[in-house]
């Protein structure tokens, strides 16, 4: 009998180590998965308006442009970003920044802008995505042919380096991004061109929005009103028609 007890005992035992061993090779795929695979981000600010809303958690997918192996790339879906596609990014500038952009010309492209019109490798660009919602600004509506006092060192040397004929010219290794929202973007006009290497992903879907102003989302630190505020107005502010709403490219040119 104490020796059946002792084995049924024992067999007790395994479960549980076999159940808590499942949950702990699930939570760290669960970890690794977010971290590696799909990542959470919020858009803070209006620049890709349009396109993104301020207020939008998005999953980014940290997959598709990751450099692929021998063996992944036959298995698993990398590629190369693409004209069109939503990228997100560490900001030249401050890589502990996210940004997300559009990119608009990848290596060898040439590009230019004639009063807000795209000109991409010669061609005039349909960007139905685009946004402008205020005046003229030179500098930004005929790119590069206008100097702007807003120009930080980067967009300089890429304007000193890059441009030919009155087109710039995107070296290997770059992309040049803009915002959707043209007339409110901080973008590769004005701080230069995106390395490669610090692209981090694509947004896949819009999980769930929430209308929040920018200065609550810039906030490193989440602010107690900024929490209330989520409490209290959760059902009213929260975009309910932009929930699980699919985040698309667009093949340009």
Request: hydrophobic letters at 40%; glycine letters at 8%.
């Amino acid at each position: 009998m104490l020796r059946r007890f002792f084995s049924n005992l024992s067999s007790l035992t395994d479960i549980r180590r076999g159940f808590v061993g499942e949950w702990v090779v699930t939570f760290v795929f669960l970890l690794f998965g977010t971290t590696n695979i799909l990542q959470a981000f919020v858009i803070p600010t209006g620049s890709m308006e349009g396109s993104l809303l301020v207020g939008d958690h998005v999953l980014v997918d940290r997959l598709t442009y990751s450099p692929s192996g021998s063996v992944s790339g036959h298995l698993l879906p990398y590629r190369e970003i693409r004209r069109g596609d939503i990228i997100v990014f560490a900001y030249p500038l401050d890589i502990k920044i996210t940004y997300v952009k559009r990119a608009i010309g990848i290596p060898g492209d040439h590009i230019r802008f004639v009063d807000k019109q795209l000109i991409l490798n010669g061609q005039p660009a349909a960007e139905p995505y685009a946004v402008h919602l205020s005046g003229s600004v030179p500098y930004r509506d005929n790119f590069p042919s206008f100097a702007s006092p807003d120009l930080r060192p980067r967009a300089l040397e890429m304007l000193a380096d890059h441009v030919v004929n009155g087109e710039l010219v995107v070296p290997a290794g770059y992309i040049f991004a803009m915002g959707d929202n043209r007339d409110n973007s901080d973008d590769s006009r004005y701080w230069g061109l995106v390395p490669r290497d610090s692209i981090e992903g694509t947004p896949l879907v819009v999980y769930w929005s929430f209308d929040a102003p920018t200065e609550d989302l810039v906030n490193p630190n989440i602010t107690v009103d900024h929490v209330t505020d989520m409490v209290l107005h959760f059902f009213s502010k929260t975009r309910w028609s932009r929930t699980m709403k699919l985040v698309h490219g667009y093949k340009l040119g």
